[in-house]
């Protein structure tokens, strides 16, 4: 962990029994919320494949995508929260419930959007969970700087991430996982669109994709030291918010995970331009392009083919290409500002945002309890 300075004093934390029954409720709402599944097409390597065939064609198209989708779930869910909701009446006026609530909130957008999935309502309901925020004209700045860097040297892909190998990504992260005894089985996906991705109790490794040495290295840092380690964090935390999150607490961990492959210098211009072009898809997408011309765009500006679909892919999960979709990648960078802007200021707070799904915004509230 980075910067030990104390960050400003704060007051012993109140008791945690109270939250017990409201913890326990909100961690099974929390773990079938499901909008990033909700929004992840089935079998998207397939589609992915079919895409760049096409395109190598010059055949420009959108996707085909098919969604399973479990309504009834979600509306039960729903149901449910509003329930746990009308239990925090009155507390939610102190600092803490008032952390609950937000959350509770949040989780209520994300079970709207996950319901509209490959729907025409999909695009109003996500950018209800995703709206623009303070840091979006630093975050576009910053997108811009990057996407102009050059590599000053180029190293060849060695090992496809599934590869036995023990060097290759997914050996590192169960080499990893059993060195720091974490709670996580690592496990392989064709289905992902990520490199890697923690779900529940299984880290997920995309199946066959070429990685140089360094894209193994930060890989690990990003999902060991800024997921996994904050997660079994947070388990042994006296209340659950910390592993519940905190509103906007899963976004602003990515901005931590950026922050620290930044710090640990595993971060490079290829991955700066990777990050720039997603977070470039979502603005063209918003600004109101399709699938079609957001790959033209990206491509027009020196984007290579596969990684241009892919970050179109990214941005337009949840949806059929025509309209708007999902546009998380825009939190990367935006959550990034305000990770290094607090850090820069307080490095003490890194130890709470490294303690669970924490929001920058909600570092005061929960110091005492770290």
């Known amino acids: ?86 239990q925090l009446r009155g507390v939610e006026r102190t600092p803490l419930g ?8 949040e989780i209520r957008l994300e079970l709207e959007a996950a319901l509209a999935a490959g729907t025409p309502h999909f695009a109003e309901r996500v950018r209800a969970r995703y709206p623009a925020s303070a840091e979006q004209e630093r975050a576009d700045a ?10 000053a ?21 169960r080499a990893e996982v059993a060195r720091r005894r974490l709670p996580f ?9 990520a490199l890697a991705a923690i779900g529940g109790d299984t880290l997920w490794v995309a199946e066959g994709r070429p990685l140089t040495a360094i894209d193994v290295e930060r890989t690990v840092v990003h999902e060991i030291e800024a ?21 906007r607490g899963n976004d602003d961990q990515e901005g931590y995970a950026l922050w620290l492959e930044e710090a640990r210098r595993v971060s490079g211009p290829g991955r700066r331009r990777e990050l ?4 470039r898809a979502v603005s063209q997408m918003r600004a109101g392009g399709d699938f079609v011309s957001v790959v033209r765009a990206l491509r027009g500006s020196g984007v290579p083919l596969e990684a241009s679909l892919r970050a179109a892919e990214r941005a337009f999960r949840g949806s059929h290409g025509v309209q708007p979709g999902l546009g998380r990648e825009r939190v990367y960078l935006e959550a990034l500002v305000r990770v290094r ?3 820069a200021a307080l490095p003490g707070d890194e130890r709470v945002l490294a303690a669970g799904q924490v929001a920058v915004d909600a570092i005061e509230v929960l110091r005492p309890w770290v």
């Open 153 to 173: 040297e180029v190293t060849a892909a060695s090992l496809a991430s599934d590869d036995p190998d023990p060097r290759s990504l997914v050996s590192r992260l």
């Open 1 to 86: 962990m980075q910067g030990r300075a104390p960050g400003p004093v704060a007051a012993p934390p109140p008791d945690a029994s109270r939250w017990a029954a409201v913890d326990a409720e909100l961690a099974r709402l929390v773990g079938g919320v499901g909008l990033l599944g909700a929004a992840t097409p089935r079998d998207p390597h397939v589609e992915h494949a079919r895409l760049l065939a096409d395109y190598s064609r010059g055949r420009e198209r959108p996707p085909a995508w098919t969604y399973d989708v479990d309504r009834p779930l979600h509306a039960l869910r729903l149901h449910a929260l509003d329930a746990l909701a009308r």
């Open 98 to 105: 008032a952390l609950y609530r937000a959350r509770i909130d």
């Open 185 to 193: 089985t690592v496990r392989t996906s064709r289905s992902i669109s």
């Open 142 to 151: 910053l997108a811009a700087r990057w996407c102009g860097e050059a590599d």
């Open 276 to 279: 720039a072009a997603r977070h």
């Open 227 to 247: 997921h996994a380690l904050p997660r079994t964090r947070a388990r042994a935390l006296p209340i659950g918010i910390f592993a519940i999150g905190t509103a």
């Open 341 to 343: 802007h607090r850090l």
